[in-house]
């Protein structure tokens, strides 16, 4: 029995070399995108005279887009974001978490929005759970994308991240208006190249629309405060 169990064992570790080889000999390589977290990447925010403590990770999503600003596809999102599952009830909808991304998707959902819902959510390939701390994610990029430069894109959002600009119950017709984020998505950018070697930091570029009410980018970031804590750094390799 036991020799049986590792005659198995040796077998399933041979079909998954070369599963992995027969994978890699189909794709143009591999993104890797390294997150270092800043000081408020994981916030505290105390309610009822400082007794009672929320806690809130970010929600980020990390895209590629082509020169031209066509999107290619998504490399990762936070579960929340991408499978809509929101703390507070099962009905909450949140266009301001990541609007950016979710309008360059262009996926329109029923009710008019276009963050993915609870019963259209996204693949376990590409969600996730908020790292709790600095990560690297990879990217094997498909054998069909023959492009060799590229745009990356990596959005992040903090919840009740309020500011003197993004304040608590402003008028919905105040453009600074949103529900429970605060200030912005932030947005970082860059270019990446399809060689050997190559190496790139993302760059904070603009701000998203407070309430997620389009997917334009705002260059705009002289109100942003401690959202620009969230993120540290992001680091991009192409890994062949």
């Not at 959902?109 to 376990?124: A, F, H, I, Q, R």
């Amino acid at each position: 029995m036991f020799k049986s169990r590792m005659k198995l064992m040796a077998l399933v570790m041979i079909l998954v070399v070369l599963i992995s080889g027969i994978i890699r000999a189909q794709s143009e390589g591999r993104i890797s995108v390294e997150v270092k977290p800043g000081e408020r990447y994981k916030d505290v925010t105390w309610y009822w005279l400082g007794i009672f403590p929320i806690k809130s990770n970010p929600q980020m999503a990390i895209w590629l887009e082509d020169e031209q600003g066509n999107y290619i596809d998504t490399i990762y999102v936070t579960e929340s974001s991408g499978k809509s599952k929101w703390s507070g009830g099962k009905d909450i909808r949140r266009p301001d978490a990541l609007p950016i991304w979710s309008h360059k998707r262009g996926i329109k959902y029923n009710d008019g929005l276009y963050m993915p819902t609870k019963d259209k959510p996204l693949v376990d390939a590409i969600t996730g759970a908020t790292p709790k701390k600095g990560f690297t994610r990879k990217w094997i990029i498909p054998a069909d994308i023959k492009l060799k430069q590229l745009v990356i894109r990596l959005e992040v959002n903090q919840s009740i991240d309020y500011n003197e600009t993004y304040k608590k119950k402003l008028s919905k017709n105040n453009f600074n208006y949103n529900d429970t984020s605060g200030q912005p998505s932030l947005l970082w950018e860059g270019e990446i190249e399809i060689k050997d070697g190559f190496t790139t930091v993302l760059k904070k570029v603009g701000h998203g629309h407070p309430s997620g009410k389009n997917g334009k980018l705002f260059r705009n970031l002289e109100t942003i405060t401690t959202a620009n804590e969230i993120i540290e750094s992001i680091e991009i390799k192409y890994l062949k």
